[in-house]
């Protein structure tokens, strides 16, 4: 079996790429490990998968779907936003608050093999995502393990020479698995970790909440806690 | 024979021995089962005993994946991992296949139920074990003992920072 990552960066280090430059005109990328995909795509096997789909940052919500039988689907079948902020991320641009999306975002599925995860998907991925060049990566998971699997995808980007936040339902996993910025709204649980679906309104400020966090302290290893409702 | 009350069970108590039936050395790996003793690793290897609550449970099945992931860590520190349940050497078996299997076997405390879990002063009142983690140096000494609750798991730089300090 391949080594755990490229690096064999250590558990106990925390890769850390400062954020220079200025949210209003940073290109943004969404990465999920929630099954989160378009239609149109083949389906992500809901038991053990190491591939990944690129979803195009003209993407609606409306055009996608989820593929993962490890979590409650009943916000997330309403509102992709909940785990997918593709809409919300382009309001935000809208509104001059971030500079853009990338031309690509990305998404993986459930598996269990973290060992292969890391080693295999998660070095391939942040490859692809540093080749979008953004200034800025948002990640977010769906069950438990997913967000195991974020955790190694954020770590992975984040030794690319990227920024990255995280937006966690799961914060024990998320500060177990030690990565560089992490937002944890209170109460939120697994396939609805920005808010309930519809609320789009709450969605924008969280995802603002947590791109926030890179022009803030650095504060590597740390979930930060906020409440919303 | 263990002197002391057993959930008084701290650094530096010998610690409890154990001979029982487990998967093979990697679970979930079609191995054929075997036997694993406390006494297999004195004098070679440090332990990290895990004690789990049960197989094809959500936590258990984030925080074992987890250790598999993070195994150079232990291999590094020249540690045996050894999880350890309640449950039939079969169900941890196909527990391990169904997460893609671990380089580390899985103890079965299921008969006399709960006898080594017992002595480690982990056994719940359900008759599953506590979530905790001991690691035994390798002269076979507690070195560091965390229970955690139920739906969350040991802090594993706490583990490595013991198994760091008996290395």
Redesign the interface.
Known sequence: MP??TAL?L???CIPFTPFRGRLDEAAVCLVTTAGVRLRTQPAFHAE?ELGHRVIPGTATSAELTVDDTHYDHSCVDEDRNCVFPIDRLRALAAAGKIGGLTERHFATAF??????F?ALTAIRLAQEVAAERPQAVVLTGGC??CH?TAA?LQRAIEMQGIPTVTITAEP??TE??RVPRALCPRGSAPGHVLGPAGNAELQGRVLLDALELLTGPPRPGEVVFRQYL | MLKLPIWKLQPGNEAPGFDLPATGGGAGKGEGPGRVRREDYRGKKSVVLAFYPAAFTPTCSAQLPSYEEDRTEFERRGAQLLGISTDYVASNEAWAKSLGGFSFPLLSDHWPHGHVTAQYGVLRGDGRAERAVFVIDREGKIAYVHVSEIGKQPPLDEILAALDRVR
């Not at chain 1, 598996?111 to 292969?116: F, G, H």
């Open positions: 080594e755990a064999g250590s558990r106990l053990h598996t269990a093999q973290l060992r292969d890391a438990r393990m195991r190694a024990d996993e177990q698995s």
